[in-house]
């Protein structure tokens, strides 16, 4: 797996656990103080995510950071 190929799963990851809290990416965007069009360009695999940004997803979904990274072909 590639490095893009690794960041597209990972913001598949955060959308998944975005959708099964039925967040908008705009909602989530506000709880991580950042525009809806950087959480749509993280989920779309487009931007480098921070482990800051990592750690603030993971507080704003209730969901341990570890389960991002899980990501086996």
């Excluded at 656990?17 to 991580?32: C, I, S």
């Excluded at 950071?65 to 990501?71: E, L, R």
Aim: with cysteine.
């Amino acid at each position: 797996m590639n490095f893009q190929q690794f960041r597209k799963r990972i913001g598949l990851k955060i959308k998944y656990y975005r959708n099964l809290r039925d967040y908008t990416q705009a909602y989530l965007g506000e709880l991580v103080k950042c525009d809806e069009s950087y959480i749509s360009q993280i989920e779309n695999g487009h931007k480098n995510i921070s482990l800051k940004m990592v750690h603030k997803i993971s507080e704003a979904l209730n969901v341990s950071a570890a389960k991002f990274f899980d990501v086996e072909d």
